[in-house]
């Protein structure tokens, strides 16, 4: 017994030639439910930069998403195939994005804006943060209609056949994520945003996020199925867990180190 996977059409708008799929949307939804929540958090406690200034700095996030999304998948996941095929790291339309590769280059983008504008670095860090799990909720319902990044064979009742996941039920693992990297990360970091320790240490939001985004995608990683062309790589660890490790380090060290 499974449940019947939802056969929702990955295109969501087709004109001709023209189509836009779910998958983009989610990218435009996450940016803009970031953007605008970001501003709330600017026009209040956590005001950092003008107005004018923080509309700027979502391009630079923007450009550091795309770009380290890109470069990290082709880095991390599959650069034998990359290596001989240049040009298609370069067809961002054909797929592949990496959220470790896209968090570093959300790091850079901060550090060079922090540095241009003469703004604190960890509390330019610990604005755009809270924000983050807004994208990832997206990008995992994008998963979820794509059908990828499915989970593992399971006898759970909610299990569902995918339709690239061969006969077996499986985990639904991208709403486990969805629900683990965005809602629960989101509330968590609403929270703890509010408290003394945070308004008083610098980055250590930033911190909260590492470390509570590395730990939401080792369990997720628990239900997941391994990439196909990587599987396991050492024991019972994934590229996902690998990656995530040295974030919950860094994290654990922003969130307990003492401000200068």
């Keep these: 017994m499974a449940l019947a996977f939802p056969a929702i059409d990955p295109i969501a708008i087709e004109i001709g030639p023209f189509a836009i799929r779910w998958y983009a949307l989610a990218y435009i ?64 339309w054909r797929g592949g994005m990496s959220f470790h590769g896209g968090a570093a280059g959300v790091i850079v983008a901060i550090a060079a804006f922090a540095r241009k504008e003469g703004v604190s670095l960890f509390r330019l860090g ?3 943060v ?31 056949v995918f339709p690239y996941g061969g006969p077996e039920p499986r985990h639904p693992s991208q709403l486990y994520q969805a629900s683990l990297e965005g809602i629960c990360l989101f509330a968590a970091l609403a929270v703890i945003a509010r408290t003394r320790v945070a308004r008083e240490r610098p980055g250590f939001v930033s911190g909260a996020f590492l470390a509570g985004y590395g730990l939401a995608r080792v ?14 790589l050492f024991g019972p660890l994934t590229m996902g867990m690998l990656l995530s490790l040295p974030m919950l380090a860094a994290g654990a060290w922003l969130m307990a180190r003492k401000p200068a």
């Design 219 to 232: 369990l997720g990683e628990l239900f997941r199925e391994p990439d196909a062309h990587l599987g396991f």
């Design 130 to 160: 809270q924000v983050v799990p807004i994208g990832l909720f997206f990008g995992r319902l994008a998963n979820f209609v794509n059908g990828e990044l499915f989970g593992r064979a399971s006898d759970v009742p909610w299990a569902m």
């Design 126 to 128: 610990d604005l755009v």
């Design 29 to 92: 939804a996450g940016i803009l439910g970031g953007w605008s929540y970001a501003s709330a958090l600017n026009a209040g406690a956590w005001r950092i930069l003008d107005k004018e200034k923080l509309d700027d700095f979502v391009v630079w996030v923007t450009m550091g998403v795309i770009l380290g999304g890109r470069l990290g998948y082709v880095l991390f996941y599959k650069p034998g195939y990359y290596l001989g095929e240049p040009l298609e790291a370069l067809m961002l």
